[in-house]
């Protein structure tokens, strides 16, 4: 256990432990992590912060370090569960597990997953039914608040609904509160002292404008027209321009102001491939919000974003897919279609320079004695995984296109699409510009044209 270094190190080296973390760096996670996700806790988030990076935690132990932030060696994390409903089901979330049962397995609490990987917790008390007073710097509450956050070394925006997050920090007008005032104090434009995190929600929160609910085909099948939302908005936080009920509040999306650390270049989507394939969407949103590159984290993995050297760098378990509209172009149609979109797919080790759009990956590279010698064409291309499964065939078959299909969702309940809704493909080309590569087995693909047609 390593609850102090009283007692252990000398008055000298007890002062370095408050020098601040490494500086400009956010860690996105796409959320459903594993509590037992050590690459991306430990490798990941805890090393970017630059503190009692020597440590080992013990991932059976839930008091790997100690709860005095003036004593601990370990980093120090704020925990905000402002994604949840209520002030008392983010106090809950933070201090009691939730028992395995049957076939699922034990989920820590998050001051257990974060003891568990050798950080020294604290909760942030804000939530959407105390802001008013939990946000502010003249009471006791708010006080106490930002007192954590000047001496966190990290924050962590947990899962849930991410414009709870934005009601909670923000004003009505969509001013930063006192509580996110000193977050971005100590943020500073990415020159500061603190690794701010998002999981899931907490990671469409660092966006400069977020987008929320939906799914690929209607964002496309709606021409990625997203309409913006005001802060005091936020418990409808979609389409709302046929009403609650209408096919287009469930499937189309809408934009939000949102906390602003990432670059305004770059738009980040979360529960990539996994749970569903969500490439459409977030292209389509890329050119609703006239951003540059897209970002999208797959569930049980995170990114360390250093704004500093305008990398990426994966982590954990799954890939981080990059959408580059650069080079792409617009075509006239009914629904959202356009041409030249770059999609790299990354896997953990791997590097992105956001800048020079350099994919860095210590795999093998493959060459031309392709693995597999037939297509791989794609009759549900936003079921889970097989947008990724389609762009690593692309770069490891003989032939040089997969096509990718996206029917007419149909549900048992609710409205349904119109009659003669399009059918709408994604094309996926391996072109002089694309790279492919692979080891311990996974992929690596690099720049990957791909047509939405």
């Not at 791997?350 to 020079?356: A, G, I, Q, T, V």
């Not at 759009?357 to 794609?378: L, W």
């Not at 762009?391 to 609710?414: I, K």
Request: charged letters at 15%.
């Amino acid at each position: 256990m390593k609850k102090s270094v009283v007692g252990i190190l000398l008055c000298g080296a007890l002062a370095a432990l408050s020098l601040p973390a490494a500086a400009g760096k956010l860690f996105l996670s796409g959320g459903a992590y594993e509590d037992a996700n050590t690459d991306l806790f430990v490798n990941g988030l805890r090393k970017a912060t630059g503190r009692d990076t020597g440590f080992t935690p013990n991932i059976n132990s839930t008091s790997n370090c100690g709860t005095n932030w003036a004593t601990t060696a370990c980093p120090r994390i704020a925990v905000i569960t402002a994604a949840k409903d209520s002030y008392a089901t983010g106090l809950d979330a933070f201090n009691n597990d939730i028992p395995a049962s049957g076939s699922t397995p034990l989920k820590r609490g998050y001051y257990n997953l974060f003891q568990t990987h050798g950080f020294s917790p604290k909760f942030i008390t804000a939530h959407v039914d105390n802001y008013g007073v939990h946000t502010s710097s003249s009471t006791p509450e708010g006080q106490a608040n930002i007192a954590i956050l000047n001496q966190a070394d990290a924050v962590w925006f947990v899962g849930g609904d991410q414009a709870k997050i934005i009601r909670t920090l923000l004003t009505d007008s969509g001013a930063d509160t006192a509580l996110a005032a000193a977050l971005r104090s100590r943020w500073s434009n990415g020159g500061g002292s603190i690794v701010i995190a998002g999981d899931s929600a907490g990671n469409h929160a660092l966006n400069v404008k977020m987008h929320a609910a939906g799914v690929s085909y209607g964002y496309l099948y709606y021409g990625a027209d997203l309409p913006d939302t005001p802060v005091t908005g936020y418990a409808s936080l979609g389409d709302t321009r046929d009403g609650l009920s209408a096919l287009r509040y469930l499937e189309n999306g809408a934009t939000m102001k949102a906390l602003g650390y990432l670059p305004a270049g770059i738009l980040s989507d979360t529960h990539f491939d996994t749970r569903s394939g969500r490439l459409g969407r977030l292209a389509a949103a890329l050119r609703d919000l006239g951003v540059a590159q897209g970002f999208g984290v797959d569930e049980n993995t995170g990114v360390v974003v250093d704004t500093s050297a305008q990398t990426a760098t994966v982590y954990g378990a799954n890939k981080l897919l990059i959408v580059d509209t650069a080079a792409a172009s617009v075509q006239t149609g009914s629904y959202y279609k356009v041409n030249g979109l770059r999609v790299s797919l990354l896997t953990p080790g791997d590097k992105y320079n956001w800048s020079s759009k350099v994919v860095t990956s210590s795999k093998s590279a493959i060459g031309t004695a392709y693995y597999y010698g037939s297509a791989y064409n794609s009759a549900d291309i936003f079921a889970a995984l097989e947008t990724s499964k389609s762009l690593t065939r692309t770069v490891d078959q003989t032939p040089t296109v997969n096509v990718g299909t996206a029917p007419v969702p149909v549900y048992s309940s609710g409205p349904s699409y119109p009659s003669g809704s399009p059918v709408i493909h994604l094309r996926f080309t391996r072109d002089a510009t694309s790279k492919g590569y692979y080891g311990s087995g996974k992929y690596t693909v690099d720049k990957v044209k791909v047509d939405i047609y």
